[in-house]
């Protein structure tokens, strides 16, 4: 009797479950990362956030290989921060700084009207957490470095370096915060940041009055460069720029 032949081997489409296991994972982790983007723009200010992140940042940052504050300085490595503080300022700030690999003692740069004052608190506290100084004013091709202005959230920015050098001829200015979203009790919010503020400036040891000033006005209000120093903001005023 011949032998029965082999049972015939069942036939499958060559790569068939390998590429079906891997449309289904990419299918799940698209569908994962759209759920989370979708839920994040979904959050109030979420997309001004993802825009200044991702699109259009609103605040630059370069830098400096040899900065001068004066004739006499020997030029420090500087990161020269500049433009309006955005919603996503502090996460660029922190990453310009990863990228220019600065050290204690060398020098952040601001020329800024100011913007979001929550990122700027974050900004002074990296600031101050790697032991920068900090500057108002902008570099030139050679390094040396020119009058500029800080205002508003900016001077906050500035208040996290230690030391605050004053440049000839820059500008600090100062107003009242107050909160652009809707609120119960204006009095109140408004209350609330100035102690948030104060605690702030306090910590960095700039004097209280800086805080009476900002209070004075909602306009800008810009210190003379004695008031500054009075305050303990300028903490080494410059003769030459």
Avoid at 42 to 71: E, F, M
Wanted: glycine share 10%; aromatic share 8%.
């Amino acid at each position: 009797m011949p032998a029965a032949p082999p049972p015939a081997a069942s036939v499958k489409a060559p790569g068939f479950r390998p590429r079906f296991w891997s449309v289904a994972v990419f299918v799940l982790v698209a569908s994962g990362i759209g759920i989370r983007a979708y839920r994040d723009l979904s959050r109030p200010d979420a997309w001004d956030y993802w825009k200044d992140q991702y699109i259009s940042p609103s605040l630059t940052a370069s830098l400096v290989a040899k900065a001068y504050l004066g004739n006499a300085d020997q030029g420090r490595r500087t990161l020269a921060v500049s433009g309006t503080i955005g919603p996503a300022a502090a996460t660029l700030f922190r990453q310009r700084l990863d990228e220019a690999g600065l050290a204690a003692g060398d020098l952040v740069l601001l020329s800024s009207p100011g913007g979001d004052l929550s990122q700027a608190v974050i900004m002074g506290e990296i600031i101050r957490s790697r032991a920068l100084a900090t500057a108002v004013g902008t570099a030139d091709a050679s390094g040396r470095v020119k009058p500029a202005y800080c205002a508003s959230a900016c001077v906050l920015v500035y208040a996290g370096g230690k030391p605050r050098f004053g440049v000839l001829g820059s500008a600090l200015g100062v107003h009242r915060f107050v909160t652009s979203r809707p609120v119960s009790d204006p009095v109140a919010d408004t209350q609330r940041i100035q102690g948030a503020v104060l605690g702030y400036m306090t910590k960095m040891g700039v004097a209280s009055s800086v805080v009476e000033a900002m209070s004075e006005t909602r306009e800008i209000r810009w210190l003379a460069p004695k008031d500054a120093l009075a305050m303990n903001l300028i903490t080494e005023p410059l003769s030459k720029p």
